[in-house]
């Protein structure tokens, strides 16, 4: 464990999975509730294996500013690109340091960060692996890079859609606009597509430019980490996938 995971006092446990599962309860009712707390969370777990006091950073699909808010706050200087204008404006204005463009071609120099960091974009771009490959190319040789994303037969899977999005995602999102009166904000085949947990081992696995650090179920606590040796099973209770990587 580092200082700054003491320091912050993260820990893996029970207590921290009812806190986030609390929050993400809230996330369409009390949003800043939620991304804050997953923003805090996540300097938490990004501590475990890199310091970031002074670590040059960058965010893709960072969003309306609550990560660039908690990073900062532990000494990062953080960056973040996002190819959503709608996203980055969130809050008002968009942030200094942040730009607008694709996680699959990122206007980044090579091997410029010392940490690349995405939380929840994969299973929104059409070509992850393709983002993924981006996100190593930018990282300097011992460079971490740090992935998380929404596996589609957990049970969040299908986003506001679930769970219906196992009978189909084109099926539940159809029912989403019936119900609601309104298309789903995340839309199956544009801007919300399938990822398996299997598809992010593999690939991590087998990226000749990384070292895998670790591969856990980022919202589990660490007694449950067991759960990604099981294939099957590990599709729909992993709820969302974190791999950690070093630039090699």
Known sequence: MTNATAHRGWRADLGRSVRLFRAFGVEQSDPDLFYETLAEDSVGQ????????????LDVGGGPGYFADAFRRAGAAYFAVDSDLGELSGRGAPAPGTVLGSGMALPVADESVDVCFSSNVLEHVPDPWLMAGEMVRVTRLGGTVFLS?????GPHGGHETAPWHYLGGHRAAGRY???TGRPPKNRFGESLF????????????????????AA??????RW????????????????????VLRRR
Do not use: K
Request: charged fraction near 15%.
């Open 46 to 57: 990004l501590s475990e294996y890199v310091g970031l006091d002074g670590a040059l950073m």
């Open 149 to 153: 994303y929404t596996g589609w037969w």
């Open 177 to 179: 606009q019936r119900r």
């Open 194 to 213: 399938p990822i398996t947990v299997a598809s992010g081992l593999r690939w991590a696995r087998t990226c000749p430019d990384v070292d895998l650090v």
């Open 216 to 221: 856990v179920p980022r919202y589990h606590p």
């Open 224 to 243: 449950a980490y067991g759960v990604l040796a099981v294939p099957g099973l590990r599709e729909v209770v992993t709820w969302n996938l974190v791999l």
